[in-house]
């Protein structure tokens, strides 16, 4: 117990060294209760590190190392600027390789897709050789829904297009999402099946952000979303991404994806949260959402996991357990979409 206690100590430090930008990391009785012990441990050096900037892309680039960092500036959709992305590959890259189009998450406000690239991208480029472009979408408030899900679509398309220059079988580009990411990439899903125009191999939703109801008209639950994001930080976020006052009846069609009444024809689709993550309980219902459709799903809930465990905490036998999880459905994917 006095392990604990000085874990807890250490957490409420980092918050008085960090001023009250840091406040969203006290912890309460209930979630250290709860807490994977391995992620508890761990926590407050996963604080720490949180805070660092991640290395630029130049910095990357002039880093050497087995990957390749490129930076693109490639249209929009009409009417639209041009999107900013990220492709990172092997630099020995085999051709007829399996691509991911990657959303980073950041609450719909916040984050880039060098923010991804070190707690997820890079990981998986080196595990299976493949490449990623990672979109540098616009945020909310300054771009409201749907101009974020436009920038996704038009990389999408834009992978697509070029996917043969690019050594990479087209029949094997997924798409994935964390946290807000994985709203944006769920919600892709639903544009490209509706658009029938870019087959998705598969939809990963990491942590993901499904109903802007959470919180606010939808109660998730006595244990979830007491740690990290909580129920004020999701209806400040889907109401800056929407427009409108989350939870209301006003929410403009398509932009929410539980609220999508036919989810049918959907690339098959793995969903990961943590069992105290704010959206566990959301991520439980799209599953069984999809389910009922006819879409392929798998869900994994973590016991002891909050919000970002995975990236917060990456050290933890918890954490390996939820990449290795979300590896092997991705390696049986890549498997099967090029029979």
């Known amino acids: 117990m006095r ?82 992305i990220v492709i990172v590959e092997p630099k020995d890259a085999a051709p007829g390789r399996p691509g991911v189009l990657d959303i980073h998450g950041g609450g719909f406000m916040h984050g880039s897709p060098e923010s991804s690239l070190s707690t997820l991208v890079e990981g998986l480029v080196l595990k299976f050789g493949i490449t990623v472009v990672s979109v540098d979408y616009r945020l909310a408030p300054a771009t409201r829904y749907p101009g974020s899900l436009h920038d996704n679509y038009a990389a999408l398309k834009w992978f697509h297009e070029h996917a043969g220059e690019m050594g990479v079988d087209r029949r094997r580009i997924g798409i994935m999402g964390f946290s807000a990411g994985g709203a944006h990439a769920a919600a892709l899903g639903i544009h490209a099946r509706d658009r029938d125009e870019l087959p998705i191999l598969f939809q990963a939703l990491l942590s993901p952000a499904l109903d802007d109801r959470t919180g606010s008209t939808i109660d998730p639950g006595p244990s979830r979303g007491l740690f990290l994001w909580k129920r004020e930080d999701n209806r400040k976020a889907w109401t800056a991404f929407l427009g409108v006052e989350a939870g209301s009846d006003e929410v403009p069609k398509g932009a929410v994806p539980m609220r999508v009444a036919d989810l049918s024809r959907l690339p098959p689709t793995y969903i990961a949260v943590g069992s105290l993550d704010l959206f566990a309980t959301e991520s439980e219902g799209f599953a069984r959402k999809l389910a009922a459709a006819g879409v392929p799903v798998e869900l994994q809930v973590f016991t002891g996991g909050f919000h970002a465990f995975e990236a917060l905490v990456p050290s933890a036998p918890l954490s390996r357990q939820a990449r290795q999880a979300l590896e092997e459905y991705m390696a049986r994917m890549f498997v099967a979409g090029g029979v």
């Open 3 to 84: 392990i604990f206690k000085r874990i807890i100590l250490s957490i409420l430090a980092i918050v008085v060294i960090g001023g009250t930008a840091l406040l969203t990391y006290a912890i309460g009785p209930t979630t250290i209760r709860l807490m994977d012990k391995g992620l508890l441990l761990r926590l407050p050096a996963g604080i720490v590190e949180a805070f660092k900037e991640p290395p630029t892309l130049a910095e990357r680039q002039a880093a050497g190392g087995p990957l390749r960092h490129t930076e693109a500036f490639i249209p929009g959709a009409p009417g639209d600027p041009p999107v900013r």
